[in-house]
């Protein structure tokens, strides 16, 4: 399986600021994904990557609050925008690829 | 909308006991089945994959998946409380180039008690 290396591990943030999560994987892969998962909920998809395509957001969403880049096909971003306590929760990284798996996480607190 | 349910928890096993884990899904069109293992403050570990119909086996843990049923399962033979974690149900709905794109059930808490 794929190796991802996912950082920060953790920040605390000032509301209205932005965070911006990088994963690295050891392998090219063509799609990867961004999830949230809030305190004491599952996960939820916030959107899908490509490479040299613009990301593709789940319902609710949207791209100024979560930008993605997908530079090349072992790097994407993802970045918090205009932060608020809600925003609190743990951000992962995943890529599909013989068998699905998962970056480290970044727990994100918003104070 | 595509959903993913997962039998309420928290269950609780004694050491050496079956856990049994299950989970349904609503898309028919579901292809590709996932039970993670996620430990407290830690991102989810992939334990068990299962795409056919039937029983998967892999140490301790068995998959079972009946598609006519939209139901999958994860049974952990002889539990250890080092198996004390949540599991979650991942379902794959879109299969394909889309591989990857995961919908969660909310999880179960499996806590094993020596």
């Known amino acids: ?111 | 909308q595509k959903e993913v349910e997962q039998n309420s928890g928290p269950l609780s096993v004694p050491e050496g006991a079956i856990a049994s884990l299950n989970c349904t899904y609503s898309d028919r069109g579901s292809q590709s089945f996932f039970w993670y293992r996620q430990y407290s403050g830690k991102s989810p570990e992939l334990i068990m994959s299962i795409y056919s119909n039937g029983d998967k086996e892999d140490g301790r843990f068995t998959a079972q998946l009946n598609k006519a049923s939209q139901y999958v399962s994860l049974l952990i033979r002889d539990s250890q409380p080092s198996d004390s974690a949540t599991y979650l149900c991942a379902v794959d709905n879109a299969g394909g180039t889309s591989y990857g794109k995961l919908t969660f059930g909310q999880g179960t808490i499996l806590t094993v008690h020596p």
């Open chain 1, 1 to 111: 399986s794929a190796v991802i290396s996912q950082k920060p591990s953790r920040d605390i943030c000032q509301r209205g600021t932005s965070l911006t999560i990088q994963c690295q994987v050891d392998s090219q892969v063509t799609m990867m994904f961004w999830y949230r998962q809030q305190p004491g909920q599952s996960l939820t998809l916030i959107a899908t990557a490509n490479q040299g395509s613009e990301a593709t957001y789940e319902s609710g969403f949207v791209i100024d609050k979560f930008p993605i880049s997908r530079p090349n096909l072992t790097f994407s971003t993802l970045t918090v925008s205009n932060m608020s306590p809600e925003d609190s929760s743990i951000y992962l990284c995943s890529v599909g690829q013989q068998g699905i798996v998962f970056g480290s996480g970044t727990r994100l607190t918003v104070v």
